[in-house]
């Protein structure tokens, strides 16, 4: 079992550290296939949205067939989608087709964070799954670093850039195929009801229907102001700020950084504190300082600011183990996957969005706005349950209570 532990943890960070270097690459590619397509901030807006409608996708088809056919073949399944869909993107013949491709791979990506969430929570102990699930979420950043020392290489050929990236999925399929096990508690879980499926109605009703509205309401306020901040910072810095184009991948980098080192720092800290704790702290501080970022000048600042920032969206890392504690086994991926996807989704209009403020109160008074997404996110934190070691929360009532397991 420990040895298990231990494959699942090193295997799910590469899997999500390819998930991830697939959604950062957009963000850093925009410039390039904007020029290259003449496409409107309007339009590079909506493939950042097309790619989140995906993942809010996948919050009903990826938690489906991890929860009735095993979190190993939904990962496999999961990685193999993104990594073809992205190649494809090498031959692109025109705007529309790339929405749709960005869709497809969208499902994908979202089905991994489901599946890895999942695999952590059913393999690690209670007293150490915080760390685990952050580590495993911190492959995000990885990814992000990875992204722009492959963009600093290949762009401004962005074809060949995405063909790279969806090729390499073939690391992680190979390495999961090989090495990985089932999860032992979804087998013993299935084995125990194996004539009943499991869909997303069974997250919907009963005792669990309040946790999983509040959940999705919780991540849909944060990942909106996340999107929204995030996919238009290079921009932003650039147009509004005029840090030079050339430094984006230098600022993408140490922004990653910090983004790394936040969410390691914090999920430590939720094996001390408590998860939700966590979370509503991270909040905090993406309230207290995008607001200073939005309205720095001096160029070291705005470059120094950027891994602090960084550091408090480790909420994405916690959300890890969190969510996946709130739901029993039989239906963890589907209803952590439906919160976390259907939030996803929900954010997939942020850029878009924001672009349009963009044009009447600019890009810093946009990051405004996100901050104001993040305050009203650790509002409805406070009202869901405590997790993991802290499941016995006073302040939660009996319904919320009910949904708790200390472990799975």
């Known amino acids: 079992m420990r040895r298990t532990r231990w494959i699942v943890l090193g295997g799910c960070f590469l899997a999500y550290l390819f998930d991830a270097l697939e959604i950062v690459l957009l963000s850093l590619t925009l410039p390039a296939i904007r020029q290259d397509m003449d496409l409107t901030a309007t339009q590079g807006g909506l493939l950042a949205t097309a790619t989140l409608l995906g993942i809010g996708v996948s919050s009903v088809l990826g938690g489906y067939m991890a929860d009735n056919f095993g979190r190993k073949k939904a990962l496999v399944g999961s990685l193999v989608t993104f990594g073809a869909f992205t190649a494809a993107l090498a031959v692109v013949p025109s705007f529309t087709i790339f929405l749709i491709l960005r869709f497809l791979a969208g499902i994908g990506l979202g089905t991994v964070w489901s599946v890895v969430s999942a695999y952590i929570v059913e393999t690690w102990p209670a007293k150490s799954r915080g760390r685990a699930a952050a580590f495993v979420l911190s492959a995000f950043p990885a990814g992000g670093i990875i992204a722009a020392v492959l963009s600093r290489m290949l762009l401004p050929d962005w074809r060949l850039l995405f063909l790279v990236a969806g090729a390499a999925v073939v690391v992680p399929v190979a390495i999961v195929l090989v090495w990985f096990r089932e999860s032992a508690d979804w087998a013993a879980e299935k084995a ?156 997939a209009f942020a850029p878009f969005a924001l672009a349009g403020l963009a044009s009447s109160i600019g890009f810093s008074g946009g990051l405004m706005v996100c901050a104001g997404f993040f305050a009203l996110g650790a509002g409805v934190t406070l009202l869901l349950p405590r997790t993991g070691q802290h499941a016995t929360d006073p302040a939660a009532g009996p319904e919320a209570r009910a949904t708790v397991r200390p472990s799975a």
């Open 192 to 347: 125990d009801q194996a004539t009943e499926s499991v869909s997303v109605g069974d997250v919907l009703r009963g005792p669990l229907r309040r946790t999983t509205l509040l959940g999705t309401l919780m991540a849909a306020l944060v990942l909106t102001g996340y999107w929204g901040a995030m996919t238009w910072l290079p921009t932003y810095l650039t147009t509004e700020r005029g840090l030079p184009a050339e430094s984006m991948a230098w600022f993408v980098t140490i922004l990653n950084i910090g983004i790394f080192l936040g969410y390691n720092v914090f999920g430590l800290l939720a094996d001390r504190i408590g998860r939700r704790a966590t979370i509503i702290l991270t909040l905090i501080g993406t309230v207290a300082t995008l607001p200073v970022y939005a309205l720095a000048t001096h160029d070291a600042t705005l470059l120094w600011l950027g891994p602090l920032f960084g550091a408090f969206t480790a909420f994405f890392a916690v959300f890890g183990s969190y969510l996946g504690e709130l739901f029993p086994t039989r239906s963890r991926a589907t209803g952590a996957g439906f919160c976390f996807n259907i939030g996803r989704g929900v954010s």
